[in-house]
């Protein structure tokens, strides 16, 4: 049997403590960062040490927070090391917007300034090392309106509109923290139905409520407008049938500013594509498995993996997002969409 092996390690990457065990609670969620706890007994760590709990393929990496004692075991809180990304940056939309620019490479890029080659040595973080893995050219700017923005969710958003996952991981015996921007190989398919999940559930938001109609006008003349809509087949266009229309209509109307080597149907075009495009993640689906379900094999699966899921006869497009794993079971965790009030206030994009 795979154990599950948890190591602690300095911020100069030596080894300080470790241990193996056969179970253990562990959470996850890349939409919505927070602390937890491991109980263990033993285990030597301090607020800033590096943590490392694997077993098989999965990996996790984040940093100490604090220590504790119980009666029994040392209590361990850690935070993902993603958590180091959330911070207001200057991401500038116009280098992004370029078609020789891809999304990958521009957060890449964003990162190293921040933490690598920063002018203040104290802020940069030492045996970081970052690197674009793929390469897209965004059709959408990731839902961004301004040049300063939440690093942690520009990449939230590189996720849910590309698909663009940020792995990290602590490499000791290089030293370094090595951040990966990529998108996972291929298509993985599960079947909700079957005897083998233990539970599920599948919440799809409807695309009535999302928007389906833009106006959109221009600023210096405001008697030019366009008004584009969304079609059922994802299409975008200011002349679509009124049978291809999503219904009931739900609209917004914005004002754009067109430079003096643009045209306005351009501009409009631009906008509309940017704000009716939708996000084909708006859905929370749920699936809980036993660890060492044979057929699934949960713990082979990576945050970031496009995933079909069929259920009642029907084909649902998802991506997974979180998981959690507890006395046994695997919880896969899909989709954009969160049921707890908290982790909807951390969605500050939606």
């Not at 501009?267 to 044979?294: C, R």
Request: a negative charge; aromatic letters at 8%; hydrophobic letters at 40%.
């Amino acid at each position: 049997m795979n154990l599950y092996n948890i190591e602690i390690f300095t911020q100069e990457f030596a080894y300080r403590s470790g241990m193996q065990v056969s179970e253990i609670e562990y959470e996850f969620d890349y939409l919505a960062l927070s602390k937890k706890k491991i109980k263990l007994q033993g285990v030597k760590a301090e607020r800033g040490d590096f943590i490392r709990i694997s077993k098989g393929s999965q990996r996790f990496c984040g940093i100490v927070d604090g220590v504790s004692d119980s009666d029994t075991k040392r209590v361990i809180e850690y935070k993902p090391i993603l958590s180091l990304f959330d911070v207001n940056v200057y991401a500038d939309l116009e280098v992004l917007k370029k078609e020789s620019t891809s999304v990958e490479q521009w957060i890449a890029d964003i990162i190293t300034e921040i933490y690598v080659s920063s002018d203040d040595k104290l802020q940069n973080i030492a045996g970081l090392s970052v690197s674009a893995e793929s390469s897209t050219i965004g059709i959408k700017t990731l839902g961004l309106t301004e040049s300063i923005s939440n690093l942690y969710e520009i990449m939230v958003n590189a996720l849910l509109y590309h698909d663009i996952v940020v792995d990290a991981d602590v490499d000791v015996q290089r030293k370094t923290i090595s951040i990966s921007l990529c998108k996972r190989a291929g298509v993985r398919y599960i079947e909700a139905d079957l005897p083998n999940v233990i539970e599920k559930e599948v919440s799809i938001k409807k695309n009535e409520e999302a928007l389906n109609k833009l106006i959109v006008v221009n600023e210096e003349n405001p008697s030019e407008r366009l008004s584009y809509y969304l079609a059922v087949n994802g299409t975008i266009g200011n002349d679509i049938e009124e049978a291809q229309r999503i219904t009931p209509v739900v609209f917004e109307t914005k004002l754009v500013t067109v430079g003096d080597d643009e045209v306005f149907e351009d501009v409009a075009l631009l906008e509309a594509v940017e704000t009716l495009t939708p996000e084909k993640y708006d859905n929370l689906i749920e699936i809980t498995l036993l660890a060492d379900d044979e057929l699934v094999k949960p713990l082979e699966w990576s945050i970031g993996q496009e995933t079909v899921v069929l259920h009642k006869k029907k084909e649902y497009q998802t991506i997974l997002t979180g998981m959690e794993i507890r006395k046994g079971t695997v919880k896969l965790v899909y989709g954009a969409v969160r049921r707890e009030l908290t982790k909807k206030l951390k969605r500050r994009k939606k």
